[in-house]
């Protein structure tokens, strides 16, 4: 079993930046991909960012430029530095990777990011 622990959500006026962090816990082989989704109020979760074992990186066109991911491989952990925050990056933003041979997808709890205009 593998649990996603979130951090560095909050309050933030726009212009300003936050940092998000994910650790995986668990019976962790090997980590295919990491990354961030987000779901804003009456909106799908879409995919923020994510980065591949092999440092592959996609991020979604509303948030290039402005948002970073990265990874440290020996803790498991992804991080996403977040700048120029707009009113419309307010969501509910969630961890989540692929860890083989586990065919699952794991998530976190999700960690609230309000913008504030």
């Not at 560095?8 to 726009?14: E, F, I, M, R, S």
């Not at 009456?42 to 592959?56: C, D, Y």
């Not at 948030?63 to 977040?82: C, E, H, P, W």
């Not at 700048?83 to 509910?92: G, I, Q």
Request: hydrophobic share 30%; glycine share 12%.
């Amino acid at each position: 079993q593998v649990q996603l622990v979130e951090s560095g959500g909050g309050l933030v006026q726009a212009g300003g930046s936050l940092r998000l962090s994910c650790a995986a816990f668990g019976n962790i082989v090997s980590v295919r991909d990491m990354g961030w989704y987000r779901q804003a109020p009456g909106k799908q979760r879409s995919l923020v960012a994510n980065i591949t074992n092999s440092g592959t990186i996609n991020y979604a066109d509303s948030v290039k430029g402005r948002f970073t991911i990265s990874r440290d491989n020996a803790k498991k952990t992804v991080y996403l530095q977040m700048n120029s925050l707009k009113p419309e990056d307010t969501a509910v933003y969630y961890c989540f990777g692929h860890f083989p041979p586990s065919p699952y997808d794991y998530w976190g709890r999700g960690t609230q990011v309000t913008v504030s205009s």
